[in-house]
């Protein structure tokens, strides 16, 4: 089917920047939306930002003018690039793609696995 490959992660001092990294493998026809959410302990998973196939975007207002979500269709890759980084955004972020796959036959919505964002104040 398909698969999320998630990178980017890691630890940074507030006001700091880290840039995710999301691509999608498998049998891949075409990628509609993607996008990134995010969950922090005892919390919801919330949306962060989504980016569709012809590149319209929207965020999160907690996000607006501090993250950048952008998109490689030739390598099916999501990236996220965080700026200004405050405490209250560490949590684990995670992908999500809305895939036609399986020669356009079947079309599905994929997660990756994961990854820690972690702001220390």
């Known amino acids: 089917q398909v698969q999320l490959v998630e990178s980017g992660g890691g630890l940074v001092q507030a006001g700091g920047s880290l840039r995710l990294s999301c691509a999608a493998s498998g049998s891949i026809f075409s990628i509609n939306a993607m996008g990134w959410y995010r969950q922090a302990p005892g919390k919801q998973r919330e949306l962060v930002a989504a980016i569709t196939s012809g590149g319209s975007t929207n965020y999160a207002d907690s996000v607006k003018g501090r993250f950048t979500i952008s998109r490689d269709n030739a390598k099916n890759t999501v990236y996220l690039e965080m700026n200004s980084l405050k405490p209250e955004d560490t949590a684990v972020y995670y992908c999500?793609?809305?895939?036609?796959?399986?020669?356009?036959?079947?079309?599905?919505?994929?997660w990756g696995q994961g990854t820690q964002v972690t702001v220390s104040s």
């Open positions: 999500n793609a809305d895939v036609t796959y399986a020669l356009g036959l079947a079309r599905g919505d994929f």
